[in-house]
């Protein structure tokens, strides 16, 4: 089906782990992004990618890497996760300039 | 300086009412500017995008920039109680880096 999809939708893990989650859209859109939600800060971005290969910090990059060697495909990876970083991460997809469209969201506890 | 603003409100309207939503922005040179409505437990799903200066009307939804006053809005006419969840406010840059605000939550009651 065409869309963006992320995946696991919901995954504990526990301090120190190292843990990806994936996303996919079958676009083509030049650009991805990842963001994490929590209460108060709303949506922060924290990487986002212009093309294959072409990846760039947002405003919250710290304790995660991402990788985008396919089009379609942006995983992000938490290398030791912490407790700070329990959260909502939602990936986005979208054209150059153009509106951009979420995944349904991946739900991470670390304890 | 947070690069987008909103009030993080809650707005609260009575069913039928205007319901009127704000935005200001800190890049001068942000090309795209966008609306996203986010019900509890959910994703945030696009309602509007506009990329000129002026009014752009989709339905209920009228969404209005002013990049002088880098200032973005949006309205709702008729709100009905479906329409109650959290309106973020969203800018691409110079960058096409994709920077959303805290937030809106709006409470329309029946």
């Known amino acids: 089906d065409a869309g963006i999809t992320q995946s696991p939708r919901y995954k504990i893990t526990e301090t120190g782990r190292q843990v990806t989650l994936m996303c996919h859209q079958t676009?083509?859109?030049?650009?991805m992004f990842w963001y994490r939600q929590d209460l108060g800060h709303g949506l922060r971005l924290i990487y986002y990618?212009?093309?294959?290969?072409?990846?760039d910090k947002g405003e919250v990059p710290d304790g995660y890497v991402v990788s985008r060697s396919k089009t379609e495909n942006f995983p992000l990876t938490l290398e030791s996760a912490t407790r700070s970083q329990t959260s909502v991460y939602f990936c986005?997809?979208?054209?150059?300039?153009?509106?951009?469209?979420f995944g349904q969201g991946t739900r991470l506890t670390v304890v | 300086q947070k690069e987008v603003e909103q009030n993080s409100g809650p707005l609260s309207v009575p069913e039928g009412a205007i319901a009127s939503l704000n935005c200001t922005y800190s890049?001068?040179?942000?090309?795209?500017f966008f609306w996203y409505r986010q019900y509890s437990g959910k994703s945030p799903e696009l309602i509007m995008s506009?990329?000129?200066?002026g009014d752009k009307e989709d339905g209920r939804f009228t969404a209005q920039l002013n990049k002088a006053s880098q200032y973005v809005s949006l309205l709702i006419r008729d709100s009905q109680p479906s329409d109650s969840a959290t309106y973020l406010c969203?800018?691409?840059?110079?960058?096409?880096?994709?920077?959303f605000g805290k937030g809106t939550l709006l409470t329309v009651n029946p």
């Open positions: 990618s212009a093309a294959a290969d072409i990846t």
């Open positions: 969203a800018v691409r840059g110079s960058n096409y880096k994709l920077t």
């Open positions: 986005a997809s979208s054209p150059k300039g153009g509106e951009a469209f």
């Open positions: 676009w083509s859109h030049s650009y």
């Open positions: 506009i990329y000129s200066n």
């Open positions: 890049d001068r040179v942000s090309q795209s």
